[in-house]
């Protein structure tokens, strides 16, 4: 078992920085893909972003690429995701996810664990 925990969600303005947190619990986080997903009111789940066990590839969605960063700390079992240049669009709650495929993936089914995820609100 894995047992995630996200933080640094909040309140902020077009345009701001967050740094959200997934702090990890249990297995040997090291070997485990993990990624970031977001649900805003009545919209589906979408996938943010992924980074490898193996190499720490990252994979990010197109809404995002170029603003937000994913990073890992396995000494901290912690990984990490940078936002940069926040929009109202990212308005959302934010969940990390952790799975033991090879490879990342962008869909929820691909990740065995989940957080109880992270409030993002930006204003306009």
């Known amino acids: 078992q894995v047992q995630l925990v996200e933080s640094g969600g909040g309140l902020v303005q077009a345009g701001d920085s967050l740094r959200l947190s997934c702090a990890a619990s249990?297995?040997?986080?090291?070997?485990?893909?993990v990624a970031w997903f977001r649900q805003a009111p009545e919209k589906e789940r979408e996938f943010v972003a992924a980074?490898?066990?193996?190499?720490?590839?990252?994979y990010y969605a197109d809404s995002v690429k170029g603003r937000f960063t994913i990073s890992r700390d396995n000494a901290k079992n912690t990984v990490y995701l940078q936002m940069n240049s926040l929009k109202p669009d990212d308005t959302a709650v934010y969940y990390c996810?952790?799975?033991?495929?090879?490879?990342?993936?962008?869909?929820?089914?691909?990740?065995?664990?989940w957080g109880q995820g992270t409030q993002v609100t930006v204003s306009s």
């Open positions: 996810a952790a799975g033991s495929r090879i490879a990342p993936t962008t869909y929820g089914a691909g990740y065995d664990y």
């Open positions: 249990g297995r040997t986080f090291s070997n485990y893909n």
């Open positions: 980074i490898s066990w193996i190499g720490g590839t990252t």
